[in-house]
């Protein structure tokens, strides 16, 4: 698939949930600062532990300064479109030209049944989606009152107005093909999901919407491309965020992907895909455009070592690029722990932190060359890689208290994360970045924690704390598996269920911030012995 040269558009998916409901917009501040184009909130109106996307929105956008903010994606069966046109309208002209309309036909039927809504066929999705394309365009254009006759949706001599401060993009949320022939002869752009539509079906999807943009007498470039990420096991992107540049330029080059968008609820994470991975994704593509233009100039191979996942199979993406926000050689130490959010949601406690072993202090006039401090920044991130399969199962299990999941499914995705497959005692670091990096190191003579002890024996303390801490988490896991099986069996109640969840959240959140203050600075200046 070509190549359609948009501009490459990087945001995030927040999840604005009741019990904590300043997450999402502190988050979205974090992004906005950081340099990100877009935040998108969920919609899911038959959730009650959500609060209304729309709400949201507003507050996201009158708390931000230039993030553009959309619904990913909006549930049409449950928002009427003269609805959606006027309050999007309306939203954008407060924000100064600030928001897209995401928007879907509608999935979890029964949710949207018990809340009044449509049940509908697919058929009758795709049709009642092309009406309210239709009816929301035309009360976006000024002029005489509107009539319309639809199926699904009417108007009786409406009004037009208000008109958006700007022209709104209609991105459509589309898997099927008749979804994705509506995406290319109607909609601005086609908005997929990484765990319904994954890499290696994204070609087959272009290629219809391409095909009915044509039929329609459209320019498949008319049509932007965007992309729901969904990094982790199974998932996309692969390994730690310092190779997604090149599996994002990917995606750009081969398939017109010029937007992404990534769930995230930790502030590290967000601020590493504006600062280091927008910027470096962006470098690539447009050294690979320049290439294209021309060919006379030669595509440069990254230095030896530098990440590959999901890279071209044939030749390389250009140029050499430095790791953004790496220290340079003899610089003090740049990587820092990620701060515990400090909020519990549980009154249950695993252990007292107040009795938690420290080891002995830095050096603080030692300097840690490059290289030396790419270790504790792979711990960070394969430790930002679990937050993120944390934030995967705290929604599949939202989705299961919800009945929007069916808890068996929930359990085989909950296998899929690396949370789970993780093993705790050779720590996270070995568990996740040894995978992603492809490298084959035995529990018997590689393992991290023996390494780091035999380096410095006054960090045994620590370290068998660590240890204590792992199996405890990796309890808390198979809690959560057996609540599930016994939520499907009737045989426990919700709070179970809920109350497992949170403690785990609790648990990680902490051991993880814990870990990293204890293992960075030993990690910088022994390494791991791999």
């Not at 600030?98 to 949710?111: M, N």
């Not at 705290?394 to 909950?414: K, Q």
Request: charged share 25%; with cysteine.
């Amino acid at each position: 698939m070509p190549d359609y040269g948009h501009d490459l558009l990087f945001g995030t998916v927040l999840v604005p949930t009741a019990g904590h409901s300043d997450d999402a917009v502190a988050l979205a501040r974090i992004a906005d600062r950081a340099g990100l184009d877009l935040v998108s909130v969920p919609d899911h109106p038959y959730r009650p532990e959500l609060l209304d996307t729309w709400v949201a929105l507003a507050v996201i956008a009158a708390s931000t300064t230039r993030v553009r903010v959309f619904p990913n994606v909006s549930n049409l069966p449950l928002r009427p479109p003269p609805v959606l046109a006027r309050t999007a309208a309306g939203l954008d002209l407060l924000s100064g030209g600030r928001v897209e309309l995401g928007l879907g036909a509608g999935s979890y039927w029964d949710a949207i049944a018990a809340d009044g809504g449509p049940r509908r066929t697919p058929g009758e999705a795709v049709r009642a989606t092309r009406e309210a394309i239709e009816v929301i365009r035309a009360l976006w254009a000024p002029g005489r009152r509107v009539r319309y006759d639809g199926k699904h949706y009417g108007l009786d001599g409406a009004s037009p107005g208000p008109a958006p401060g700007h022209p709104i993009g209609i991105w459509l949320g589309a898997v099927g093909p008749r979804m994705l022939e509506l995406a290319g002869s109607t909609a601005d752009g086609w908005l997929p999901s990484a765990p319904h539509v994954p890499p290696d079906r994204l070609a087959a999807g272009h290629r219809i919407v391409d095909e009915a943009a044509a039929t329609a007498g459209r320019e498949p470039a008319a049509v932007r491309r965007l992309y729901n990420l969904s990094p982790g096991a199974g998932g996309f992107p692969r390994g730690a965020p310092d190779t997604w540049p090149e599996q994002l330029a990917a995606l750009t080059l081969e398939h017109g992907t010029s937007a992404f968008l990534l769930p995230a609820q930790q502030p590290s994470l967000i601020e590493v895909f504006a600062a280091e991975v927008a910027p470096a994704t962006r470098e690539l593509v447009a050294a690979e455009r320049g290439r294209a233009a021309n060919p006379a100039v030669p595509r440069h191979t990254p230095a030896a070592g530098t990440g590959r996942a999901g890279a071209r199979a044939t030749g390389t993406l250009a140029p050499d690029r430095k790791r953004v926000g790496a220290a340079a050689s003899g610089e003090r130490l740049a990587v820092r722990p990620t701060p515990d959010p400090g909020v519990r949601r549980s009154t249950e406690r695993l252990w007292d932190e107040s009795t938690r072993p420290t080891g002995p202090p830095a050096d603080p006039g030692r300097r840690y060359p490059r290289s030396e401090q790419e270790p504790a920044r792979n711990l960070v991130a394969a430790h930002d890689q679990l937050r993120t399969d944390l934030d995967q199962l705290g929604e599949v299990v939202r989705e299961v208290l919800a009945d929007t999941r069916d808890p068996g499914e929930a359990r085989s995705e909950i296998q899929k994360l690396s949370l789970r497959q993780n093993v705790w005692t050779l720590g996270a670091y070995c568990a996740s970045y040894c995978r992603v990096t492809t490298l084959h190191h035995t529990r018997e003579d590689q393992d991290l924690f023996p390494y780091l002890r035999r380096s410095d024996p006054r960090l045994g303390s620590v370290l068998d704390r660590l240890t204590d801490e792992h199996h405890a988490i990796q309890g808390l896991i198979e809690r959560i598996d057996r609540e599930l099986v016994a939520f499907a069996g009737e045989e426990t109640s919700r709070e179970g269920l809920r109350a497992a969840m949170d403690l785990l959240t609790d648990t990680l959140l902490s051991h993880l911030s814990y870990e990293e203050s204890e293992l960075i600075e030993p990690m910088a200046r022994f390494g791991t012995g791999w």
